[in-house]
């Protein structure tokens, strides 16, 4: 069973950087399509980023221009590059493998962001 474990959360002070990444298991990464979600308290998870198979990215329109996210299938991981952040960017970061080609949809446990001078 394929699983994903995401690291880089901490606190950081406004227009600070993080860098996340989400390891994930399994043979395929590469056939992966590869989203960064999160949630605030009180608030329902949203996407944040997603790259798929062919790279191709897509952002929330709340990050663009602050956030990147990639992917490096020989080490079956994903980044989110997190940039200019806002306390509003704090959340709960979970990662999401998904393929329905290989019937996967995974979550990690997330890892917690908080942005606060």
């Known amino acids: 069973q394929v699983q994903v474990v995401e690291s880089g959360g901490g606190l950081v002070q406004p227009g600070g950087s993080l860098r996340l990444s989400c390891a994930a298991s399994?043979?395929?990464?590469?056939?992966?399509?590869m989203a960064w979600y999160r949630q605030a308290p009180g608030k329902q998870r949203e996407l944040v980023a997603s790259i798929n198979i062919n790279n191709w990215r897509n952002y929330d329109d709340s990050v663009k221009g602050r956030f990147t996210i990639s992917r490096d299938n020989a080490k079956n991981t994903v980044y989110l590059q997190m940039n200019s952040l806002k306390p509003e960017d704090s959340a709960v970061y979970y990662c999401?493998?998904?393929?329905?080609?290989?019937?996967?949809?995974?979550w990690g446990r997330g890892t917690l962001v908080t942005v606060s001078s």
């Open positions: 399994g043979r395929v990464f590469s056939m992966y399509n």
């Open positions: 999401n493998a998904k393929s329905d080609r290989l019937s996967l949809d995974t």
